[in-house]
Structures are given as C-alpha cells and as structure tokens.
C-alpha cells in the first residue's frame, strides 16, 4: 500500500492567527504546506493523518489544537498491534477522555485557557484497516475516482446534526475537547469503502464554510494539485483558517 498526502494549513484571509494543526504521522503543520509519499511496505503502522481545529471565539484554541495533535500522536505511536478493532475503539475512547479531562483541568488552573477547545478528525492506518477517529465538525470525506463521487463519512458534532433540528446553528458544536463537561469519538472501520487510487479528504470548516460539496469535487476532479481547494476558499472569503489533507490511496501501483 503507498499513500501520498498532500497537506496544507493555512491562517485565511480574515482571521490573525491559525488556530488549526494538521497531523501526518509524526509532522504537524501550522501555516505550511506539504507533500508526503509513504510506502507502507518498508514503513510500520500505525500511521494517522489528522486535522485539529481550535474552536473559533473560544480562549487559546491554538494552544487547545497542539495539546490534543501532541497528545494523539502520542497515543497513536504506542498503540500496540495487532489488537482486535474492539479493543482499539476502548483505547481512543480512554484517550480521548484523558486529553479532554487535561484540557479542561487546564482551563481551570489558568482563567486565560479557560473555555480552549478543540476539534480532531482524522484517519488512522492500522494493520491491514483504516478507521475514521472523529470529534467535532472538522469533516472527512471519501472522493471515488471511477465515479468521481464525494461522500461524506463524517457526522457534524452539532446541535443541528445530531439533534436533526434544522432551526439550530450548524456553528453550535456540542462535542469537542474542552467544549463540554463530557466527551465522546466516533470511531468506525472504513477500509470497504476505499478502492484503488480513491482519495480521503480531511477538511477544517474554513473549507466548507466557503465551499459546497459539489465545488469540492468538481475542484479535486479537475485539479493536478488539491492545495488548490485552499486557494479557492480564500478567494471565496476566506473568513476562517483553512486546514486540508487529501489521502491518495494507492493498494496497488
């Protein structure tokens, strides 16, 4: 299997600071862009791509971002092998919980960290599977190439999505770390759904705030380079930070 990964995280047009982070295995990325090839023939699992989005409007969300991506990368590098999918869900669950509780303890010894919060979507390369870790809006999409199709994989942590109560604000996130005095991960197994050269894309909502879905796929469809995705949403406004990590998955090549 061979993935190559092209990443970006970038400030926007109208906000000052970067409060996003994008997590490729070991690398995390604030305000830089990046690509990666991995060939997991030589390289061991387990392996994580991932997009922390510090809450906009919330103290220190930048601080909040980089505790959780450190803490997650962290947990991905000691996660052992070879365990059942059972067991892996109870160790993100466990982990999660331990970062979230860290965050909010922070928040509490320090008013100017008070109310930080973060959310972390992402995809872990584990064995032979691959599974979607999902806290927040920050989204994960599945583009097919045959049908150049985008679907998404991911539930918004919102009042509106969860609740299905279309008159509440897609912004009112009501999971996140930090956020709330309880926290859960959605945690699923997405290996089926992935042929050959099909894409993954892991998306902060400064990206989908300024882009539909179908201008989404018609700019992957029709580009030789998905930072372009970026650039389209600053063009657009660019009201929010911008992170994006587009997941070519090769199993043959």
Partial sequence: MKLVIEAISDRGVVRTTNEDLVLVGNDILRNAAKRY????????????????????????????????????????????????????????????????????????????????????????????????????????????????????????????????????????????FGANKDIFIDFHEITHKLQDTDLLLICSDGLTKELTDDQIANLINNSNSYLKLADEAKKLGGNDNISIAVVRYMKYW
């Fill in 37 to 176: 090839e991995f060939d997991f023939s030589t390289y061991e699992h387990p392996f994580i791509i991932a997009i922390a989005d510090g809450l906009g409007g919330h103290k220190s969300g930048a601080i909040a971002s980089e505790f959780v991506m450190q803490n997650m990368a962290k947990a991905v590098n000691q996660l052992p092998l070879n365990l059942p999918k059972n067991i892996v869900r109870s160790y993100f669950n466990a982990t999660s919980k331990s970062i979230h509780d860290s965050i909010l303890d922070e928040g509490n010894a320090d008013d100017t960290k008070k109310g930080m919060a973060s959310t972390f979507s992402g995809a872990l390369f584990y064995g032979n599977k691959i599974f979607l870790l999902h806290i927040g809006d920050t989204r994960i999409y599945h583009f097919n190439s045959n049908k150049n199709l985008l679907t998404r994989l991911s539930r918004d942590h919102s009042l509106q999505e969860l609740n299905g109560n279309d008159g509440a604000l897609k912004t009112a996130i009501v999971n996140a």
